[in-house]
């Protein structure tokens, strides 16, 4: 989901006129309009230099100066996954804890979404907490948990980010969850049923998205080198409201912005099923682009992966997969 910030100008304008009439030179020193995004570039700095101490001082400070604002409790939902990343595991889930509690707090009654630091926040510091269980061989809380928060937080904008998590843990070697077919681009896509037989992976991808398109050229490529043994491709996408150079857009206008760009930049994909659906992305918790899933000859995912993959390491995923034979399909 993108995020964008928005301030009328006239809010501006009319309290610029309402103290100048009371007599006061309305001026904003150039530190304090930059300090509140500084604290969290700062603090990735220093989690992506793996000096976490430098980055809990960088945030300490930070806090002491500004107070608990919504990009200081970012900032500690940050520090949480970088203890996670070096395997603190204890650190991981002190600052995840720490982090939901003040955005909550924070928030009291208004939506996640009023805030989009906060919402990071909460979502960053659920993914953390329920990573720290699985890491110590606690998957089912780690399931309950996640399943709590996805309760609390459903139809909000960090609901399939939770929904990742909880597939993370549990989806591999369960039925794929159905496609919506009610939308798509190219030809009708096949139920999974439908598909029993075959190799399925499912490519979400967004239009947006340049990863998405790094990613296209490795499972065209293993297409053409498997499709005769029974790999075959399903590209689901959804609509994000805005088309080129981000300007908003209609869903009709977006749907042909989407396929414009199947066209130039998927061209593999002109003749295979590109479903456009939210609730598909919902179902799969695809809060990353790409995501892949391999669903094997029976229907049973046998890989969810949010993020790119090498052509070597899908690959390796794919062969033993095509390997079985169809005649063991169970229907």
């Known amino acids: ?5 928005r ?52 945030f300490t400070k930070h806090r002491r100066e500004r107070g ?26 002190r600052y995840a ?11 009291g009654t208004r939506s996640v979404d009023t805030e989009p630091r906060l919402a990071t926040a909460v979502g960053a510091a ?16 780690a399931v309950s948990f996640l399943r709590g928060q996805l309760a609390t937080y459903k139809n909000t904008s960090i609901h399939t980010r939770i929904q990742k998590n909880i597939n993370l843990l549990s989806l591999e070697g369960q039925r794929a969850p159905a496609i919506d077919r009610t939308e798509f681009i190219g030809p009708q896509p096949p139920t999974l049923d439908a598909l029993k037989g075959k190799v399925v992976l499912l490519f979400f991808w967004a239009h947006w ?16 080198e498997y499709r005769a043994q029974g790999f075959t491709v399903i590209a ?20 042909r912005y989407i396929q414009q760009v199947r066209d130039t930049s998927y061209k593999f994909l002109v003749d295979l099923p590109v479903p456009v659906s939210e609730s598909t992305y919902t179902a799969y918790g695809v809060s990353t682009t790409p995501t892949l899933v391999l669903v094997d000859r029976s229907g049973i995912v046998r890989m ?7 052509k070597a390491a899908l690959e390796q995923a794919l062969r033993p997969l095509l390997a079985a034979s169809s005649a063991n399909v169970k229907r």
């Open 126 to 141: 659920i993914e953390v907490q329920a990573q720290v269980y699985g890491q110590r061989n606690q998957r089912s809380d």
């Open 68 to 93: 608990e604002t919504p990009e200081v409790i970012e900032a500690l939902s940050w520090l949480g996954r970088g203890a996670l990343a070096q395997g603190q595991l204890d650190r991981a889930d």
């Open 209 to 224: 998205c340049p990863d998405c398109k790094a990613q296209a050229p490795i499972i065209s490529s293993l297409l053409d």
């Open 1 to 5: 989901m993108r995020w964008m910030e």
């Open 236 to 255: 689901p996408t959804q609509r994000f409201g805005y088309a080129a150079g981000g300007v908003t857009a209609g869903p009709a206008a977006e749907l």
């Open 7 to 58: 301030t009328d100008p006239r809010t501006w304008l009319l309290t610029g006129v309402a103290l100048a009439l009371a007599g006061v030179l309305l001026t904003v020193p150039a530190s304090a309009q930059t300090t509140a995004a500084q604290v969290v570039s700062e603090v990735r700095a220093a989690i992506d230099a793996r000096d976490l101490d430098r980055a809990d001082a960088v």
């Open 304 to 310: 969810y992966h949010p993020g790119q993959l090498t």
């Open 97 to 107: 804890r720490e982090a939901y509690q003040l955005a909550v707090r924070s928030l």
